[in-house]
């Protein structure tokens, strides 16, 4: 398609699992953003890639959240041993270049139990 | 650093109410400025942008205009529909390689 995919669209999972989530972004886009929305909380940036290298990553709330990116394209935000309050919608966005608008996903609904 | 603050919702309104929606800013350097809204149960959509001072956005009968005297970028609309019903974010973006930054968000709901 022609717009950015995230895949779940919905996850329940128990406390202390791992659980990975993925964005597809628009075909050419070199910049893609992680997003967190919890509920009344706005959004609050995670991570950003350039191309495959992640220059800000300042917004990871702690050691259990990673993310990768491959081949420029497809990324992965892994969460480790899953607490209640990573409850929350998970948004990916991309864009042709850092300064340019970003396009978004659906976003991945989290939920721990 | 960058901030950006909007008004707090909910706001509700009658059908063809005028909305505003208040956002200001706080940033160094001459940042770009977004409204971006999000339908319920769907992700962050562009609905308009200016990237520079006295510049107007427009889209779907919103407009926003930039201004810097203020540091504002508010967001209005003559005639509010039912199908605006949405939360509406504000969101800046800084020179160089930073990411949006955006507002807590407006939820907005138009009663028939």
């Known amino acids: 398609g022609a717009g950015v995919s995230q895949s779940p669209s919905n996850k329940v999972t128990e406390k202390g699992k791992d659980v990975e989530l993925r964005c597809d972004p628009i075909?050419?886009?070199?910049?893609l953003y992680w997003y967190r929305q919890s509920l009344g909380q706005g959004l609050e940036f995670l991570i950003y890639?350039?191309?495959?290298?992640?220059?800000?990553k300042s917004g990871l709330p702690s050691d259990r959240f990673s993310a990768e990116r491959t081949g420029g394209s497809v990324s992965t935000l892994t969460i480790q041993r899953t607490q209640q309050e990573d409850s929350a919608v998970y948004l990916c966005?991309?864009?042709?270049?850092?300064?340019?608008?970003?396009?978004f996903g659906d976003g991945t609904r989290l939920s721990i139990l | 650093g960058n901030s950006v603050t909007q008004m707090e919702g909910p706001v509700t309104l009658s059908e063809e109410a005028f909305l505003t929606i208040n956002c200001t800013y706080t940033?160094?350097?001459?940042?770009?400025l977004f409204w971006y809204v999000q339908y319920p149960g769907e992700g962050l959509q562009l609905l308009l942008k200016?990237?520079?001072?006295?510049d107007k956005g427009s889209n779907k009968g919103f407009e926003a205009t930039y201004r810097k005297e203020t540091t504002s970028f508010h967001l209005e609309k003559g005639s509010v529909q039912v199908s605006d019903s949405a939360v509406y974010f504000c969101?800046?973006?800084?020179?160089?390689?930073?990411?949006?930054?955006f507002g807590k968000g407006t939820r907005l709901s138009v009663i028939a």
């Open positions: 200016a990237t520079k001072a006295d």
């Open positions: 890639f350039q191309g495959n290298s992640a220059p800000d």
């Open positions: 969101a800046l973006d800084g020179s160089g390689n930073t990411p949006l930054v």
């Open positions: 075909s050419g886009h070199t910049a």
């Open positions: 940033a160094t350097g001459y940042p770009s």
């Open positions: 966005a991309s864009s042709a270049y850092s300064n340019q608008p970003q396009h």
